[in-house]
Nanobody, 128 residues
Framework: QVQLVESGGGSVQAGGSLRLSCVAS????????MAWFRQAPGKEREGVATIDREGSTGYADSVKGRFTISKDNAKNTLYLQMNSLKAEDTAMYYCAAASFLTVRRTATMLEGPEYNYWGQGTQVTVSA
C-alpha cells in the first residue's frame, strides 16, 4: 500500500511563494507517475501539475509559468514550487501517484482517475 504525505502548505500573501512536498512510501519514485491536484471549497478537483517517470512535466494553463513540479527519486519526494501566488490558488492541495505497471494513461495525466494513490492534502491559503 502506497502512502503519500504532503507538507508545506500555509498562508501567504498574493505574490508570495510556497513549496509543497510529498513523501511517498515506495521503493522508488521512478516507478510512478506523480501529480499535484487541488480542490477549493465548492469547486471541482483540478489537476495542477504532473511528472512522469523520465521527468517530463505538464501543467494546467492556470499555473503555467508560476508553478514548477519536480521530484527527488533518491528521497522519494515530490515537490511543487509555487511562485507569484494568487488568491485563486487557495485550495487544498493533494499529491497523487500511479504505478507504471497499472496506470491508465491520458493525454494530460491531469484528469484524476489515472491515479490510484492519494495523500490527505495540505491547505494553501493566499490572501489578496
Amino acid at each position: 500500500q502506497v502512502q503519500l504525505v504532503e507538507s508545506g502548505g500555509g498562508s501567504v500573501q498574493a505574490g508570495g511563494s510556497l513549496r509543497l512536498s510529498c513523501v511517498a512510501s515506495v521503493y522508488t519514485l521512478s516507478n510512478y507517475y506523480m501529480a499535484w491536484f487541488r480542490q477549493a471549497p465548492g469547486k471541482e478537483r483540478e489537476g495542477v501539475a504532473t511528472i512522469d517517470r523520465e521527468g517530463s512535466t505538464g501543467y494546467a494553463d492556470s499555473v503555467k509559468g508560476r508553478f514548477t513540479i519536480s521530484k527527488d527519486n533518491a528521497k522519494n519526494t515530490l515537490y511543487l514550487q509555487m511562485n507569484s501566488l494568487k488568491a485563486e490558488d487557495t485550495a487544498m492541495y493533494y499529491c497523487a501517484a500511479a504505478s507504471f505497471l497499472t496506470v491508465r494513461r491520458t493525454a494530460t495525466m491531469l484528469e484524476g482517475p489515472e491515479y490510484n494513490y492519494w495523500g490527505q492534502g495540505t491547505q494553501v491559503t493566499v490572501s489578496a
